[in-house]
């Protein structure tokens, strides 16, 4: 089954802490995708990487780093998690940038950051 | 920039009830558009698209027409269900810094009771 994996689903945790949330796709896509969401906001754009050793800044990069070493994975880390982000982040994947090419999502991590 | 705006909700309507979900955009190219829908506890599905102007992107009774003169991708179901509860977002694909870049609405929440 073609899909977008995201682990942990949900976490809790401090301040400080080092985190990473791992994202994995299995369809061979090219393109990569962090998102966060936030109510009244949409989703906005944290990382995104358009090939394996090719990743660049969304629109809120602050505070996270990902790498892109092989083609189906694309992890989130936060170095010293604050408070403001405590979100929902989505990970996606699209065959490539092309702008007719949906993008097909994980279900999800919820994180807490106390 | 370019950018979404979609019709606060909830909305809240009646099984069988008609909907309408407004979205308008702002884009200085031609983007292609979407609407995802977002069930709870689980990530975006993509609904329907239209790529060009003109084109009705249609799925699950969903329509979606693509009117560049007033800018606008307003989601229509002639009969909803309530499993049709969920948040939708309307989306545009634009080519921005290189890629294809995907910016949200912040999501129109459908509650639908029987």
């Known amino acids: 089954e073609a899909q977008v994996t995201q682990n942990p689903r949900y976490l809790i945790t401090v301040t400080g802490k080092k985190l990473t949330v791992t994202c994995s796709q299995n369809m061979n896509h090219e393109y990569m995708s962090w998102y966060r969401q936030d109510p009244g906001l949409g989703l906005r754009q944290i990382y995104y990487?358009?090939?394996?050793?090719?990743?660049d800044k969304g629109d809120v990069p602050e505070g996270y780093k990902v790498s892109r070493k092989e083609k189906r994975n694309f992890p989130l880390i936060l170095e010293s998690p604050s408070p403001n982000q405590t979100s929902l982040y989505f990970c996606a994947s699209s065959l490539s940038t092309v702008g007719s090419q949906p993008q097909h999502f994980g279900d999800g991590t919820r994180l807490s950051i106390l | 920039g370019d950018s979404v705006t979609q019709m606060e909700g909830p909305v809240t309507l009646s099984e069988e009830a008609f909907l309408t979900i407004n979205c308008t955009y702002t884009a200085t190219g031609y983007p292609s558009l979407f609407w995802y829908v977002q069930y709870p506890g689980e990530g975006l599905q993509l609904l329907l698209k239209?790529?060009?102007?003109?084109d009705k992107g249609s799925n699950k009774g969903f329509e979606a027409t693509y009117r560049k003169e007033t800018t606008s991708f307003h989601l229509e179901k002639g009969s909803v269900q309530v499993s049709d509860s969920a948040v939708y977002f309307c989306a545009l694909s634009m080519f921005s810094g290189g890629y294809n870049k995907l910016i949200f609405g912040a999501g129109t929440r459908l509650a639908v009771h029987p």
């Open positions: 239209a790529t060009k102007a003109d």
């Open positions: 990487s358009m090939n394996v050793e090719v990743t």
